[in-house]
């Protein structure tokens, strides 16, 4: 029987924590955009937030650290771990894609080879291993800490939706602090906040099934930093780097396969809960 009332004070207590932190970056905007330590420094204790508010909340309601989700848990899941790599690297890549055809740019950008995507996706699994060192500071608190407080709260697809949001609305203070310190124009801006409202459902949606799938954030932490640096590939591949640019902000195709991936994953969930 589920405590809904301590399920509630625990994810405030997460919440307040991680948002708390969120706003540094903001309230400190012009160190952050003038001096390249300060940025990283406020960049990687950004990062580690969600992990620390998950600590924290577990620690101040006595609610232990059994189930923390960080073993590997490979036996019986690998495969798991190759889906939670190759997913993002289609979804980012297909979403490039179907930019360049709807602006009528060539699918693969001038002087990019196969071999030279194929050399990129190898690099990007090396990659993927590297950062999850920095990834897990997120995935341990959104995948291995709200979202279990928010499906007891609202049940699956409640904590898909309502997860996603808050886990967009999270980069926003950091996003704007980036626009003042001269990056960006306010249309990019807008857009960033849309993108925030979409993207993160959809690949949040993705990340948790992994998570459910092998009780573990580490499948999570590979998605997401596959799919961070897998959409920098993306842009850079498929079509011609400044069309690109411009076409984001005013082409929605780019949404499109994380918005299949997002339906497919939540329909799959949805009915092993059934």
């Not at 540094?24 to 300060?38: A, C, D, I, Q, Y």
């Not at 080879?113 to 194929?118: E, P, V």
């Not at 799938?213 to 930093?225: C, D, E, L, Q, R």
Request: glycine letters at 10%; charged letters at 15%; a positive charge.
């Amino acid at each position: 029987m589920v405590n809904k009332k301590l399920e509630v004070k625990r994810l405030l207590i997460y919440l307040v924590t991680v948002f708390a932190f969120a706003l540094v970056p903001l309230v400190f905007w012009k160190p952050f955009g003038e001096s390249r330590t300060f940025y990283y420094i406020v960049g990687m204790i950004f990062c580690c937030s969600p992990a620390f508010a998950n600590i924290l909340a577990r620690k101040l309601t006595n609610e232990g650290f059994n189930d923390m989700k960080l073993h590997l848990n490979l036996r019986g899941h690998f495969r798991w771990y190759l889906v939670a790599f190759f997913v993002p690297i289609i979804v980012t890549f297909s979403g490039t894609i179907f930019v360049s055809i709807v602006h009528n740019k060539p699918i693969i950008a001038e002087g990019v080879s196969l071999l030279d995507i194929a050399t990129t996706i190898f690099m990007l699994g090396s990659q993927a291993a590297v950062f999850s060192l920095i990834g897990v500071g997120e995935e341990l608190g959104w995948r291995g800490y709200m979202n279990d407080k928010l499906e007891a709260l609202f049940g699956t697809l409640g904590a898909c939706l309502i997860g996603g949001v808050i886990w967009g609305f999270w980069h926003v203070p950091s996003d704007i602090a980036v626009y003042l310190n001269g990056f960006g124009t306010s249309s990019e801006l807008l857009y960033g906040l849309v993108e925030r409202s979409i993207l993160p459902i959809c690949l949040g949606i993705f990340l948790m099934w992994l998570t459910k799938k092998t009780n573990s954030v580490w499948p999570a932490v590979i998605g997401h930093t596959t799919y961070n640096e897998s959409l920098n590939v993306g842009l850079m591949f498929f079509g011609e780097a400044e069309g690109r640019m411009e076409s984001s902000v005013s082409n929605w195709t780019l949404f499109i396969p994380f918005v299949i991936m997002g339906v497919l994953f939540l329909l799959m969930m949805r009915k092993k809960t059934e």
